[in-house]
């Protein structure tokens, strides 16, 4: 059976530059669409409904900027990749007021390209152009391909040593014909779907049974899962889940729940209900991607939080831009303030561990200290991480 080729609409200020992403995306899986102006931009837009856009931030006769103001209007599902000339930090802040506007943003490309980095982004096929459907995620779960994956948080303890002692459950498809599906792939269709809270609940048992067989391992592990604003308009959602938690004989307490500002935002009478009644019955929650919305602290102020999770783009710039230091600084002093516990996310490092440590954060996530493992393998790389202690190569 032929591939359907996907179709990449191409705007960038230099003609040349255009022509030459054409050429390096135009394969068997594409073609390229080049737009030298925006009323052709738009026309193409409208005709082919392209799978990916490949945007310049300068463009004649309107930048950017606008045009994400464009695309978000027109309810835009194409996947966007905004390239620049401009510094990584304007680049960066357009991406964020894409995701902002509920654009699909990609990886960003800055100028001067490559064919290499272009067709590191670009070139191969993307599972995250597959559109699935709400049938496939009910009947992957009814098949048992959905898998809960499992990334190592890090806690300081009081004589100074680090420890794995929480775990971030993560979903993954292991799709029959795809392979191993990341979850930035499906999530979306999930939600659009109402397959998020079934997808919810399954990763929820998983993630129950695991703990009780770790513990017969001799390993007490808190687990943090995720929670979707769409499912924070059940009122019905925190019996459901201590149903779920009771039947297992897991404590509340070793359940972690991580919304983000934008979940609450929906329906904050409702979240705001649903969440107090979940901390009332013992379940620990957490603001995930804290600092990146309109109104972190008044929601951090108004909701029974007991953690505080700095986003990442924070931590991954706090050397290199002086004023993402100055607020990860100040992030994790307000959570102390507050009685929180501050968890950085995004710690690839050796220099940004220390870093955080010296500023007195005591919980951290990141590639430094252990991918997404399946639950097999978690307990391999808990011992392994614990055998760097006796190294002192991770000390408080």
């Known amino acids: 059976m032929p591939i359907k080729k996907q179709k990449i609409l191409i705007m960038d200020d230099d003609q040349n530059v255009s022509s030459f992403i054409a050429d390096v995306v135009t394969d068997e899986f594409y073609t390229a669409l080049v737009a030298p102006d925006i009323d052709t931009f738009k026309s193409h837009y409208k005709l082919h409904s392209p799978e990916r856009i490949i945007l ?10 606008e045009m994400i103001r464009y695309l978000a209007n027109e309810k835009c599902t194409s996947e966007i990749f905004l390239i620049s000339a401009a510094d990584r930090r304007t680049l960066l802040t357009a991406h964020r007021l894409g995701e902002q506007h509920g654009l699909r943003m990609g990886e960003m490309l800055q100028k001067p390209v490559t064919a290499q980095s ?7 096929r993307s599972k995250s152009l597959t559109k699935f459907s709400g049938e496939e995620i009910l009947g992957a779960l009814a098949e048992d391909q959905m898998v809960a994956y499992f990334q190592p ?3 300081c303890r009081k004589d100074g040593s680090w420890a794995i002692d929480n775990v971030e459950a993560l979903a993954r498809w292991n799709h029959k014909e795809l392979g191993l599906v990341m979850p930035d792939k499906f999530i979306h269709c999930a939600e659009e779907t109402n397959m998020i809270a079934p997808l919810t609940d399954y990763i929820l048992q998983k993630s129950l049974r695991h703990i009780k067989k770790w513990e017969l391992d001799g ?3 808190k687990v943090s899962i995720n929670l979707s604003g769409t499912m924070l308009s059940d009122l019905s959602l925190p019996d459901h889940i201590e149903a779920q938690v009771d039947k297992a004989r897991v404590p509340p307490s070793q359940i972690i729940f991580e919304v983000t500002e934008s979940a609450v935002m929906a329906d904050t009478k409702r979240a705001s209900d649903i969440l107090t009644r979940l901390r009332l019955k013992g379940f620990e929650l957490s603001m995930d991607d804290f600092g990146t919305g309109y109104s972190s602290l008044l929601q951090l102020y108004r909701l029974p939080f007991s953690e505080l999770k700095i986003d990442r783009s924070f931590i991954m710039d706090m050397h290199e831009h002086t004023e993402a230091g100055v607020i990860v600084r100040s992030l994790i002093d ?7 516990v501050a968890c950085a996310e995004g710690v690839e490092d050796q220099k940004t561990f220390q870093t955080l440590t010296e500023l007195g954060c005591k919980k951290m996530q990141g590639y430094y200290f252990g991918k997404p493992v399946s ?3 978690l307990l391999p790389t808990i ?3 614990h055998s760097q202690q006796t190294d002192h190569r991770i000390r408080a």
């Open 118 to 124: 272009i067709a590191d982004v670009l070139r191969k």
């Open 334 to 340: 307000l959570a102390h303030n507050l009685g929180l």
């Open 153 to 155: 948080q890090i806690v």
């Open 375 to 377: 639950a097999d393998n």
């Open 383 to 385: 011992k392994q991480f």
């Open 219 to 221: 390993v007490k592990l």
């Open 56 to 65: 310049d931030l300068h463009l004649l006769g309107c930048d950017g900027i």
